[in-house]
């Protein structure tokens, strides 16, 4: 019996192949593909990419882009730090096809220098958007779920938070000491893990609003939560730009916010007003605003601090987003840029676009690669307003993720769609995660994808293991970088050089930066003189 169904099963195996031996196309058999093609091509392009004429003359013209580079050492007035919240290599190459083509380019694949980043914790091999803050804002790497403090302090751990020692200060933070202005803007609540890394110093990650700490059994006036720190805190007072979601944490539970939402916080403090209150005292020109109208609608003039919650909660997934009530990435960019630009001497600028990390754990691909084209849109305002020999702008990631992006499809295949048929007869999507809510199992056998509807923005990719969250990655992150210093970004780095690099391109901070020699050489300059003097 057992002899037969053997039989049986290796029959059904040479008839599944049977058709490529008589078609002569072998490689087919291993590199199964629909022959659906997407996005066409014109006879013209498909033409030209034949000949090699086509291919040499890119690559030489490539040779002479980076023939002509040289390295920009102007001191960084201005810096701006790019976040693509778990945007994994994998996910960059997809969304290229997303917005275009194999051979498309995001804003910031034009950028000069490129480099890796190792994103691991002190305790943990794949990092959360927490101490992976810590380490890209502040310089050291920390414990997994906290934010803005050493090793020493592990997650939901009050008493050594409170100790000032083990407070981690942030590029913003070192920015603010030299008189420049500064500011963050995210797609994510603005006390959420990455965000809080601008300006927080807490054990727990979670604790968003003092109903958070409560909630963990700590006393939210000892262990102060992060939305509070935003308004009172010795970095977070100081922002002049927030922009972003999280209006709630912001509330008492016994106020209604703009939109008829209820509070989050016990304390029954209404941040947003002593924010307001406290920038009057100041004698500054504050602005709060809760929807696009009122974003696009600033005075510049008569604002010098701008606070914008644009939801109680996230800000929407830009598929799903009310375009005349939530402004986009790109329109908080462009404002957070508008009001830093009145300094003098430059600024710090934290932008973060939050909802690709969000849409990966969701295993919703088109949403993480809709976000992602959104952020490249972002990032080309901000090129598009300043200029690169006094603005260092850098891109990267936080962490990967656990997508992957492969099979043998044809070139313009659908990357939310199908690549081919596995050996079990059934498709197998382009976009795949290792883990997460996509899992799906029917009768002991893999799911048919090609049942369900794929252009669906909510649709679930497939996962191996299955998870209610997918899960990040520990591969490498890119870095992009352009402007002042910008041939630093370059090579394998730990994670938590990034802000030393940044720090050392705008001469904030103290570690060594680029005003240093300009320092030396002055000071020669003065003995030389002063030598030359007295030998007369």
Not at 366 to 386: G, H
Request: aromatic share 8%; hydrophobic share 35%; charged share 25%.
């Amino acid at each position: 019996m057992k002899m037969r169904v053997e039989g049986i099963a290796f029959f059904l195996q040479v008839v599944a192949v049977l058709p490529f031996f008589v078609s002569g196309h072998w490689d087919d058999s291993v590199h199964p593909h629909f022959p659906r093609k997407v996005k066409k091509r014109s006879t013209e392009e498909k033409s030209e990419e034949d000949s090699a004429d086509f291919w040499i003359r890119n690559a030489q013209e490539a040779v002479k882009e980076r023939l002509l580079r040289r390295a920009n050492e102007n001191i960084a007035k201005n810096v701006i730090l790019f976040l693509g919240d778990g945007m994994s290599i994998p996910t960059i190459s997809a969304a290229r096809v997303y917005v275009g083509g194999e051979e498309k380019q995001l804003s910031f694949d034009t950028f000069p220098y490129t480099g890796l980043s190792k994103t691991y914790c002190i305790d943990h091999q794949v990092a959360d958007s927490a101490c992976s803050a810590t380490a890209y804002l502040g310089g050291v790497k920390g414990n997994y779920g906290t934010i803005g403090v050493t090793g020493n302090v592990k997650r939901d751990d009050c008493p050594p938070m409170r100790n000032s020692t083990n407070h981690v200060l942030s590029i913003a933070h070192w920015s603010q000491l030299k008189g420049k202005m500064t500011g963050l803007v995210t797609t994510a609540r603005v006390t959420h893990a990455s965000p809080a890394g601008v300006y927080a110093h807490t054990a727990e990650r979670d604790w968003e609003s003092d109903n958070d700490v409560i909630a963990s059994n700590y006393d939210p006036v000892t262990c102060r939560d992060i939305a509070w720190q935003l308004v009172h805190g010795e970095t977070g007072k100081k922002l002049n730009v927030v922009l972003g979601g999280g209006r709630a944490n912001f509330l008492p539970q016994n106020t209604k916010d703009e939109e008829g939402f209820q509070g989050n916080r016990v304390d029954k403090t209404n941040l947003i007003k002593e924010w307001l209150e406290q920038k009057n005292q100041l004698g500054a020109k504050p602005t709060y605003v809760w929807n696009k109208e009122g974003l696009l609608g600033v005075d510049y003039n008569q604002t010098d601090y701008l606070l914008g919650l644009f939801n109680p909660d996230h800000v929407s997934f830009n598929l799903k987003r009310d375009k005349n009530k939530e402004p986009s990435l790109q329109e908080m960019t462009e404002a957070a840029i508008k009001v830093l630009s009145q300094s003098e001497n430059g600024y710090f600028l934290f932008v973060e676009g939050a909802r690709i990390d969000m849409g990966h754990h969701n295993a919703q691909a088109r949403m993480a690669l809709d976000e992602t084209s959104e952020f490249s849109k972002a990032v080309q305002a901000a090129i598009d307003m300043t200029s690169e020999s006094d603005t260092l702008i850098v891109v990267t990631s936080d962490h990967a993720h656990t997508m992957s992006y492969s099979g043998y499809a044809h070139r313009g295949n659908d990357v939310l769609g199908i690549a081919g048929n596995a050996d079990d007869t059934i498709p197998y999507t382009v976009l795949n995660y290792a883990n997460g809510p996509g899992y799906k199992a029917s009768e002991g056998r893999r799911h048919d994808v090609s049942k369900d509807d794929m252009s669906n923005e909510e649709y679930r990719y497939p996962g191996i293991s299955p998870l209610h969250m997918e899960t990040h990655g520990g591969d490498d992150v890119a870095i992009f970088a352009k402007g002042p210093w910008a041939h630093l970004f370059t090579g394998v780095m730990e994670e938590n050089v990034i802000p030393h690099l940044m720090s050392y391109a705008s001469c904030v901070g103290n570690g060594e930066t680029a005003c240093d020699p300009l320092e030396k050489e002055w000071h020669f300059s003065r003995i030389m003189i002063l030598v030359k003097k007295n030998s007369k």
